[in-house]
């Protein structure tokens, strides 16, 4: 399994700034949400290929494994709509079922406009340092500390959950767990690992908890950070450049014929 | 007069939704600059007593509490914890769950950085913590990166850097290996060395720390004190009656010590020893007499012979984590034959889980590397390899699959269909075994930690399987837990299972292995009998094992007393004394 986790390099997205990188994903996933015609998402989607693998040199197995359960997925949505969206110029029809032109077109909308959201988001996880993020959430945003502490530590605990489960998962499979093939067989598998699992995550926690509290957490209202993160003009510049490029990307597209217009812009959308 | 550092005046206390309290009538103090030792059996609320020191128990765990506990004259209970976390510095047995960040850096910086304090002063604090403990070389490494011995160790001078006045140590080092052990050992040498530290601490492994201690405050289940003072004190003038039945670890040369003034020979306790060198000198003083005596020495039982039929091999086994560069096997070698008893040892991350696993299935070996009774297991199926092999998790709870002990043992049996008659009289006689009749009916998550773990290794017996591979099975407990799972492998062993012991305690496997394999960087780099094993100066130091206290008595005589036999239990060091003084007398 790929572990979903920051790997530090450094790279002008590894560096960005966690606030300025999160708003340029913002906006590659509002371009997404609000074009309804396949090209543009399409060019969205390989945009964020080349921020993930050119911009941000993350390795293709990781990238790529990461992507793949979301990818078919994707696909699966983007053929169920090829399949019943009915309505419109039949291509093909298979008894009931008629694939239309429309279906089609919907369809790639649909599934890259998911694989660019997902893909974007997997950048930002894979290039931002939690606790660059938690940091600027207390010193750019004045978020309360307690909070994006609490977020951080959820964090934290992922690949502990992860190692802990794989542990149980083998334990359990000696007693004999999991030999029931099939659905049924799934399903129990998984109900049995829920009690050892929850008992040992509750006490991780409480245990992680002490410790905090034993470090004097929450003492006073306000804590000192040796570590500050500032928003450099280098940082706001590379977010105007990308709203830039996207901007003129999207402009082609629409001058070309390929982008009928975005979902605020035009009262005709599918 | 200035308050002591710790007074607990009738501290009662019981958890939230627990039937009894887990400390009732707690009541001694601790002076400053004190070094004292929290003995007493397992569950016997140490760990509680500890968090009531900086307020965690009641203030964020609940419960009834009822008595006082003072810090430096405050009241625990009303304190808040973020103020008497300035006082009293915490540090856990469980390495990853007290971390807070992520880079040993800023797990350094975290603590002083909630008390609000100025850049400056926070940096010269935590360098202060660093020299202190001597961990410059990890600065700048992610926390996971670290070894176990590491982890405490920043966890103790992470800690520092809230200049806490007292230090509580919960049973630190149990979750290490030898060498783990050793470096945290070391840390707690430096730190009485400094003597501005009031130390409290609860450990197990009690015959390399004793002679750091400055007292011993011996508590009971309930944990009310029994008695406190020197190591010496506690350990000589106690009834060894009530030492036993509180089934706590002592240093095996206090055991020897008793036991020889229990048969009418009270020499060697008179001086009191508590170290191996103290009791040796007072041993050839005793015995110089007899030095050209001709001792009589213990035959051990060695491995079965070649003849005897193989329950597991394992030749040149390689392998490597998906993901990692450094390989977890390079070269693994294993035999195991029919009616063995086989110690595995060496430092964690050595790869001995891992070689374990591929005897299990959890990991496939690859074809012709790993055998079960002369099959080939890359071809086994994970059923059939269960029906042979049991494997007994470090933690029992990872293996709990059911909600009630009875279904818990009738589990696989079910799943290979068994007649309902048939499971009804397995499971009877399993729970009879392991001695666990009374909790037919209770879920398996609240027996206490040695039920636990025997309840895990009576579910690897139910299905009949020959081969039991248990990994640590006694980390963690007290003496009689231990003593009693141990009695049980034992037992089974002698009724012709064959065992194989995943273990970092050389007690352990001086008393039972009649064979250690020691697993070093992925390879398998000796193989014999556990006093063949002691013997190798040079893999002991590289490997930082260090053999059981009983054999380095008997080296120590061996120094003055050239026919002095090799012995390595208290059983048969106490023995061979006892069998010179009777022709004595």
């Known amino acids: 399994m790929v572990k979903l986790e920051y790997v530090p390099q450094s790279t002008p997205m590894h560096e960005w700034h966690p606030l300025m990188k999160l708003l340029g994903c913002v906006v590659f996933i509002v371009l997404a949400t609000l074009s309804y015609d396949p090209v543009p998402n399409i060019t969205l989607f390989l945009l964020t290929l080349i921020m993930a693998l050119v911009v941000s040199r993350l390795s293709v197995r990781l990238f790529f494994g990461a992507l793949l359960p979301f990818t078919v997925i994707a696909l699966g949505f983007g053929i169920a709509q090829i399949l019943f969206h009915g309505e419109g110029t039949t291509l093909l029809a298979i008894g009931p079922l008629s694939i239309t032109q429309e279906g089609v077109y919907f369809a790639g909308t649909l599934a890259f406009r998911m694989l660019t959201i997902i893909s974007i988001s997997l950048v930002f996880t894979l290039t931002t340092d939690p606790k660059d993020l938690v940091l600027s959430l207390i010193q750019q945003l004045r978020i309360s500390y307690y909070i994006a502490f609490g977020i951080f530590f959820a964090l934290r605990m992922v690949p502990q959950v992860e190692s802990e489960f794989d542990i149980i998962r083998s334990a359990h499979r000696i007693r004999g767990v999991g030999e029931r093939a099939g659905l049924l067989g799934m399903i129990e598998e998984y109900r049995r690992y829920t009690i050892p699992l929850l008992v040992s995550l509750i006490r991780k926690s409480t245990r992680a908890a002490m410790a905090m509290e034993s470090k004097a957490f929450g003492a006073f209202p306000e804590r000192t950070y040796l570590h500050k993160v500032y928003i450099r003009k280098k940082d706001i510049a590379i977010f105007l450049a990308l709203v830039i490029v996207l901007s003129a990307v999207m402009w082609i597209l629409w001058r070309v014929g390929l982008l009928r217009g975005l979902i605020l812009t035009t009262s005709t959308h599918l | ?585």
């Not at chain 2, 006045?165 to 050793?182: C, M, Q, R, Y």
Request: with cysteine; charged share 25%.
């Open chain 2, 1 to 585: 007069m200035t308050p002591p550092a710790i007074l607990v005046e009738d501290l009662t206390f019981r958890h939230l939704g627990a039937d009894e309290p887990c400390i009732s009538g707690a009541t001694f103090q601790v002076e400053r600059g004190e070094f004292v030792l929290l003995l007493g059996p397992s569950g016997c609320g140490k760990s509680t007593l500890g968090l009531t020191l900086n307020g965690i128990v009641p203030q964020s765990l609940e419960g009834e509490y009822g008595g006082a506990v003072y810090v430096f004259g405050e009241r625990a209970e009303t304190t808040p914890v973020s103020r008497l976390a300035q006082r009293v510095g915490m540090v856990f047995q469980d390495p990853e769950s007290q971390f807070c960040m992520l880079v040993v850096d800023d797990e350094l910086a975290f603590a002083p950085e909630n008390l609000n304090l100025p850049e400056g002063e926070i940096r010269k604090r935590v360098q202060e913590a660093i020299d202190g403990i001597g961990i410059r070389h990890l600065l700048g490494k992610p926390v996971t990166a670290l070894s176990g011995g590491e982890k405490q160790r920043l966890a103790i001078a992470s800690v520092l850097a809230l200049q806490p006045e007292i230090l509580f140590f919960d049973d630190v080092t149990a979750n290490l290996d030898p060498v783990g052990t050793a470096m945290v050992f070391e840390t707690l040498r430096q730190l009485r060395e400094s003597r501005d530290k009031t130390i409290v601490i609860v450990e197990h492994k009690v015959d390399e720390l004793v002679d750091l201690v400055d007292r011993i405050i011996l508590l009971d289940e309930r944990s009310q004190v029994v008695t406190s003072g020197t190591p010496r004190e506690v350990f000589y003038d106690t009834d060894p009656s009530v030492l036993r039945r509180l089934g706590i670890w002592i240093p095996e040369v206090v055991e020897l010590a008793l036991q020889l003034r229990e048969a009418g020979f009270p020499g060697l306790a008179a001086h009191q020893p508590l170290m191996v060198d103290e009791a040796a000198t007072v041993l050839i003083r005793l015995l110089k007499d007899h030095a050209s005596r001709q001792w009589a020495d213990v035959v051990t039982p060695g491995p079965p012979g070649e003849g005897k039929a193989l329950a597991a091999r394992v030749d040149h086994l390689a392998f490597s984590y998906r993901g990692q560069e450094q390989p977890a096997l390079i070269d693994a070698n294993l035999t195991v034959r029919q009616g063995d008893f086989v110690a595995v040892v060496g430092p964690n991350g050595s790869g001995k889980s891992t070689l374990m696993k591929h005897l299990v299935g959890i990991i496939k070996p690859p074809p012709g590397c790993a055998f079960l009774y002369g099959v080939d297991i890359s071809r086994l199926p994970l059923r059939d390899i269960a029906r042979q092999v049991g494997f007994v998790f470090q933690n029992p709870e990872h293996q709990i699959v059911t909600d009630d002990v009875y279904d818990e043992l009738a589990y696989s049996l079910r799943r290979r269909k068994v007649d309902k008659d048939e499971i009804r009289e397995r499971v009877h006689q399993a729970l009879e075994l392991v001695h666990l009749e009374h909790v037919l009916d209770s879920n398996p998550f609240v027996l206490s930690g040695g039920e636990k773990r025997r309840l895990g290794v009576a579910t690897m017996l139910v299905v009949g399987q020959d081969l039991l591979i248990l990994d640590e099975p006694t980390f963690g407990q007290d003496r009689l837990t231990a003593d009693r799972l141990m009695v049980l492998v034992k037992g089974l062993h002698e009724d012709g299972k064959t065992i194989v012991m995943v273990t970092h305690d050389m007690r352990l496997v001086a008393e039972y292995a009649r064979e250690v394999v020691v697993v070093w960087d992925g390879r398998t780099p000796f193989r014999g009998s556990p006093r063949e094993l002691f013997e190798q100066d040079d893999l002991l130091a590289e490997t930082s094992l260090l053999p059981p206290p009983m054999f380095r008595l008997s080296k120590r005589l061996q120094e003055s007393i050239p026919t002095y036999p090799t012995l390595m239990s208290v059983d048969t060091v106490f023995r061979s004394i006892l069998e010179v003084c009777d022709g004595e007398a």
